[in-house]
């Protein structure tokens, strides 16, 4: 899940770290209860700053995807299905507007871009 | 900490210490092979002597070469990494200087030991022509003492800073230097004494290493 | 105590040619910092004169709050040294390694040594001047963090060493960190490693420091316009432009200093369009940093 991290995104790390959370949890991969890794696995393992992954779990703290739990870790909490399809639904409108910047820089048009998207949807479909 | 110090040296110098034994007990045997044989065969006291006298000329070799080699293990390990490790350690430079410079000390300690020992059985197996006594410890001292001198100025050389090798060679030098003039101007001036006392003159440290080396003498 | 590690106005002078002129350094206590820059830029000179190996001329150089070198031999009880050459006596085994230094500081881990050991996956009975080069890195880590420090410094600990050895040591340092909260002072030329994890970085350049920010002021410095229909004149420009390219006929690149959001109405009062603003990771940011600061009108940036 955290596997691909890239310092050299525009995105802060922490940033990063919280986003892939918010998915997971958005995605039902993590189920309220399910505990996140502990803060000095998690750092060790992607070889980031503590202090990152302790950024990240505050914001998402924040926002109430999870909990704190003093000497016990960090536990995702039960997050209505509204928030979770919102969640979803502002992954969607990034991932968009980072392919228009891109076929953009790139030279293509939108309607360019509309009949590819038709074609991989129907692609996919059939 | 010294213990650790004095593992790892002698796990680099091992085979010159073995050696060293080994040879500093064969020299003084080895030296009496003529005396050993049956009282008819008895050699001249002249004879034995310049016997004595040639192998004698070994001690100081032997000296010399054994505190070439501790010293230069001593400071080996070290020396690779220009001292950075070292001198990354939390104690005083001159504390860690002293651990080197005592665990080499003790290192040496089995090579005078044999050579007191070969000398101890070499007395007590030759027979001497009269007139003619023999001076194991004697001996076996003044080697001591030169061994432990020869490691003091190599261990110094070897310790990286010239500056030091430096000052250390100039105090010796100066040392002697002071002697011989002393001596030549007919000056009754006497810097080793308590050395004097216990083997025969001759004038400062280094000419330890000097003179004759004798097991038998007169 | 606020630095672990502060310089404050530090000359040093090697012979006639290096020298390291008024350098003023400071590491945040539990900080990572990362100690950038090119060879030869005195960055080994600087970590032998914060471990007290070397005496400046002139300056101070304070270390967990003590003056270097009067006490280093107290100090360096708390500071786990990585050098940049793993040279250790080769006729130890790893264990004995192990237990010489452990000899020498107090505050010795023995348990989690033995751990680290495993962790690093080495033999504690193979002789240390037989192990790989990744092997020998390992056991400079194991030294460092088995002594508990306060404050670690790494000399391009992973310097030649493969990626999977690279990761293992740094995840090691993480880990201890993370438990102890201690500060690592880290230099390195594999950049895109520091980035991750450093929060503070340094660069150094010809015996001076260019530059000491956090991390993300560092690395939000300097960025890449893409611009569309750019306009010819950039002198009346609300920041520094540092490089322009063209990317075929429409658009073109544009390296710029100072930049903050609101200055795209800059482009569209000259009609022109702005595509997108990039971040620079840090080594273009390293990169350009130095390429600025060596031209004559390049200033220190902080």
């Not at chain 2, 020869?150 to 030091?164: D, E, K, L």
């Not at chain 3, 000899?103 to 023995?110: K, M, N, S, V």
């Amino acid at each position: 899940m955290f596997d691909q991290i890239d310092p050299r995104s525009p995105t802060p790390l922490y940033a990063q770290i919280a986003s892939r959370v918010r998915v997971a949890v958005a995605a039902g991969a993590l189920r309220p209860g399910d505990a996140l890794p502990s803060v000095r696995h998690l750092a060790s393992r992607l070889r980031v700053n503590p202090a990152t992954v302790v950024q990240a779990y505050r914001e998402l703290e924040t926002e109430g995807f999870v909990e704190l739990r003093q000497g016990a870790g960090t536990f995702v909490r039960e997050v209505r299905a509204e928030r979770r399809a919102g969640e979803r639904a502002h992954q969607a409108a990034t991932l968009v507007r980072r392919m228009i910047a891109e076929a953009g820089r790139l030279g293509v048009s939108v309607e360019e871009l509309h009949s590819a998207i038709a074609d991989e949807m129907g692609a996919k479909a059939s | 900490m010294f213990r650790v110090v004095l593992y790892g040296q002698w796990k680099w110098s091992r085979i010159v210490v073995i050696l060293g034994s080994v040879a500093g007990f064969a020299l003084p045997i080895l030296s009496v092979q003529g005396a050993t044989s049956d009282p008819q065969r008895a050699m001249k006291a002249g004879e034995l002597l310049s016997v004595i006298r040639s192998w004698g000329v070994l001690y100081p070799v032997l000296a010399a070469a054994i505190g070439l080699l501790i010293a230069i293990a001593t400071w080996t390990p070290d020396h690779r990494g220009r001292h950075v490790l070292a001198l990354s350690l939390p104690l005083p430079r001159w504390r860690y200087v002293l651990l080197r410079f005592t665990a080499g000390l003790v290192l040496l300690v089995p090579t005078m030991l044999g050579v007191l020992a070969g000398a101890l059985l070499a007395s007590a197996t030759a027979t001497l022509p009269p007139g003619l006594e023999t001076y194991p410890v004697a001996l076996a001292i003044r080697f001591a003492l030169a061994l432990a001198v020869a490691y003091a100025v190599f261990f110094a050389i070897s310790a990286g800073t010239t500056r030091t090798a430096g000052i250390i060679l100039g105090l010796i030098g100066t040392v002697i230097v002071v002697q011989v003039v002393a001596s030549t101007a007919g000056i009754e001036l006497d810097l080793t004494s308590p050395v004097q006392a216990v083997v025969m003159n001759w004038p400062g440290p280094l000419a330890i290493f000097t003179g004759r080396w004798m097991l038998i003498d007169v | 105590m606020s630095n672990a590690v502060e310089i404050r106005e530090l000359h040093y002078r090697a012979g006639k040619s290096f020298a390291i002129e008024d350098l003023d350094l400071s590491v945040p206590t539990g900080s990572i910092y990362g100690f950038l820059g090119p060879n030869g830029s005195g960055k080994t000179t600087t970590i032998r004169l914060i471990l007290g190996l070397l005496r400046p001329r002139s300056g101070t150089i304070r270390v967990l709050g003590e003056p270097m070198p009067l006490r280093a031999p107290a100090v360096l009880g708390r500071v786990g040294f990585v050098p940049e050459q793993p040279h250790l006596d080769p006729t130890l085994t790893v264990c004995e390694t192990l237990r010489f230094r452990e000899a020498f500081y107090p505050t010795w881990d023995g348990d989690w040594a033995g751990r680290l050991l495993q962790t690093f996956d080495l033999d504690p009975h193979h002789p240390f001047g037989k192990l790989s080069k990744g092997q020998k890195g390992k056991v400079m880590m194991l030294l460092a963090l088995a002594q508990r420090p306060d404050l670690l410094v790494l000399d391009e600990p992973t310097d030649g060493l493969d990626p999977v050895v690279r990761r293992d040591m740094l995840a090691a340092l993480i880990d201890y960190v993370s438990q102890h909260g201690a500060t690592v002072f880290i230099s390195s030329h594999l950049v895109h490693e520091l980035e991750r994890m450093c929060d503070w970085i340094g660069v150094m350049d010809n015996g001076r420091l260019v530059s000491e920010l956090p991390m993300e002021r560092f690395k939000n410095g300097i960025k890449r316009l893409l611009v569309s229909a750019a306009p010819a004149e950039t002198e009346s420009a609300p920041f520094s432009v540092l490089a322009r390219d063209r990317n075929g006929a429409a658009t073109e690149t544009w390296l710029v200093r100072g930049w903050e959001p609101g200055m795209s109405t800059w482009f569209d009062a000259r009609d022109a369009s702005l595509q997108s603003v990039i971040d620079l990771d840090l080594e273009d940011g390293f990169v350009e940093l130095l390429r600025t600061f060596r031209t004559p009108h390049g200033k220190e940036v902080r």
